[in-house]
């Protein structure tokens, strides 16, 4: 190891997720060694665009890439609404029903993988080697606390902290949870080793837009995004330039978790794709029966983990969980991963002695996130194959009887576009680096801190008001308000985790969650409720008096405090363009 590198991060996987790991590295430190190891014989990748949604977009901006998407002419993704795809019924010989007009709430970018890998290359240093042809299959902890990485040709190599960005397929995952399995045979950790069939095939590849047209001149496929629903299949097509890019999905009753014995990306006959489609509407089967050279995918993913990382070893993006294409996350999630993580081990103040005690703190932010992003994008697909289990529907079904799936799909892409910090940052706005050092202080229970939150659903002019008579209008039902408060001065053991629920686990903007602490003991988080929950009043008198005895910050002053997804609003004074909590 270099002489000036604070320790070695090894990455095995040199896709999207390990370069963007490097990337966020390098941009943020001068002093860590980053080793990746890429099984291929170069940096490369396959598959469809990423979609770049706004909250995966800012953590871009974080490294300076919106320079590299300039550069390379690619469009700017755009601020405010954006037309989405149109969802039609097709499962049926007659015409189609169009029954949802989808509104996405940002304009998301759609970069080539091959782009976005040279672009996170840009940014990687000196202190980054990339070593291709190196196949990693397991490692090994060492006594002394270093990682010994073994390679397919019977080589090894050292870190101090190894990350497994190498996908669905992840060996580390595989030797992470045969270990913990060792351990303990209760758990049965060996069912998370490998990945797991989803059920669904897709069929990709592209139609001829002009010969389309010169067929059927009105073809819905021609003018702009569709999704195509029908029992257990959907079929989507994105008319771009003079092609229409075509995925049709195929779901397999009762298939999640059989074994799949076929290759998993495979060349198909345009017949086998045609066939599955034969009884739906003309107009679809028309651009089907166009597809070139299909390929077959067996969709596979990870199922839900209970742990992301193991002493100084972490999963990351698809090895930690792979999800299904119906929200088009995956990649965003393997980015936002990689941010969190990246900036985690850029900060001063991690060291190799707190590195398994970081790889806890970025489980506990990003691991229920990811969670949550893949069970939104498997209830998408349920949907889209009509065979969710909350909206069931006939064969003759309506437009009054399909407009509830469309409803129920809307909310579902507003996550992806919570902002990762506010859009016109402000010098009091606390940065980046201070929240860590909260958090990263707190792995020492040496200092007390205070991270107080206040979310306001309904701006008010009392708000100004912190007197201890403001708590006689602090529990009205119909006019919620929220604060958080908690205080360090009593080490705890699940410090950490507490703090970090309190951050980043509120599950969305209109599920507040109102969390309390006593003096001497913590409360278990408050359950999340859609107006306002309320407790016993009594229960907060320490808070309020710890509150106005310990709070040093003047009064006439807004406070902020902000964490990646997560945004306060101002104590003071409403401020309509700050985030609530994602």
């Avoid at 739906?280 to 050279?293: F, G, N, R, T, Y």
């Avoid at 209970?306 to 995956?330: E, F, I, K």
């Avoid at 509830?404 to 892409?413: E, L, R, W």
């Avoid at 409720?529 to 003047?554: E, G, M, Q, W």
Wanted: hydrophobic share 40%; proline share 7%; charged share 15%.
């Amino acid at each position: 190891m270099a002489a000036s590198s604070r320790f070695r991060v090894a990455i095995s996987g040199g896709g999207i997720g390990g370069l963007a790991l490097a990337a966020f590295i390098c941009y943020h430190s001068n002093d860590i060694a980053v080793d990746i190891y890429e099984t291929k014989n170069e940096i490369s990748s396959i598959g469809a665009g990423i979609a770049i949604w706004k909250r995966t977009w800012q953590t871009l901006q974080d490294i300076g890439l919106e320079d590299e998407v300039i550069k390379r002419n690619l469009p700017l993704p755009k601020e405010g609404e954006a037309i989405g795809p149109i969802f039609r019924k097709a499962d049926q010989l007659t015409a189609g029903i169009d029954f949802h007009n989808h509104m996405m709430p940002y304009g998301p970018l759609a970069i080539p993988r091959p782009i976005l890998l040279d672009m996170l290359k840009s940014r990687l240093s000196s202190l980054c080697a990339i070593y291709t042809s190196t196949h990693v299959t397991s490692y090994e902890e060492a006594s002394e606390g270093g990682i010994l990485i073994k390679m397919k040709d019977g080589s090894t190599q050292t870190a101090d902290i190894l990350i497994g960005c190498d996908g669905v397929h992840s060996a580390i995952r595989a030797t992470l949870f045969k270990n913990l399995a060792k351990v303990d045979t209760s758990q049965g950790y060996e069912k998370f080793c490998e990945p797991k069939w989803s059920g669904s095939i897709a069929y990709r590849g592209v139609a001829d837009r002009n010969k389309l047209r010169q067929k059927n001149p009105k073809n819905p496929a021609l003018d702009q995004p569709r999704i195509w629903c029908g029992k257990s299949k959907h079929v989507v097509t994105h008319p771009f330039g003079d092609i229409v890019n075509l995925v049709c999905f195929y779901n397999e009753e009762n298939g999640f978790g059989k074994l799949y014995t076929d290759p998993w990306v495979d060349n198909v006959p345009v017949d086998q794709v045609v066939g599955h489609y034969e009884d739906w509407e003309p107009a679809l089967v028309e651009v089907v029966s166009m597809i070139q050279a299909p390929t077959r995918w067996a969709i596979h993913v990870v199922e839900p983990l209970p742990v992301s990382v193991s002493g100084r070893v972490g999963l990351l993006g698809d090895a930690a969980h792979a999800m299904t294409p119906h929200q088009g996350v995956g990649g965003g999630q393997a980015i936002e991963d990689a941010h969190i993580l990246g900036r985690l081990l850029a900060h001063n103040k991690t060291s190799r002695a707190n590195l398994s005690k970081v790889l806890e703190i970025y489980q506990e932010v990003r691991l229920p996130l990811a969670k949550t992003a893949a069970e939104r994008s498997r209830s998408n697909g349920l949907l889209y194959d009509f065979i969710h289990p909350d909206f069931p529907l006939s064969s003759t079904a309506t437009v009054e009887d399909l407009m509830p799936i469309g409803q129920a799909i809307q909310p579902h892409f507003v996550w992806s576009s919570i902002f990762y910090s506010m859009l016109h940052p402000r010098p009091n706005l606390t940065s980046f680096g201070e929240v860590l050092d909260i958090l990263l202080n707190a792995l020492s229970q040496t200092q007390p801190h205070f991270v107080l939150f206040y979310s306001m659903l309904h701006p008010r002019p009392n708000l100004t008001s912190f007197s201890p008579q403001y708590s006689t209008q602090y529990f009205v039902p119909d006019q919620p308000h929220f604060v958080l408060f908690y205080s360090m001065l009593h080490p705890r053991p699940n410090l950490t985790s507490f703090i970090l629920n309190i951050l980043l686990n509120a599950p969305s903007q209109t599920q507040p969650h109102f969390i309390w602490l006593d003096e001497l003991r913590p409360v278990p988080l408050a359950r999340a409720c859609s107006s306002c929950f309320i407790p016993d009043p009594t229960s907060l008198h320490s808070v309020r008096s710890l509150y106005f005895k310990l709070n040093a910050k003047s009064q006439t002053q807004p406070h902020f405090i902000q964490l990646g997804l997560c945004i306060s609003n101002s104590m003071l004074i409403p401020r309509p363009n700050l985030t609530l909590f994602s």
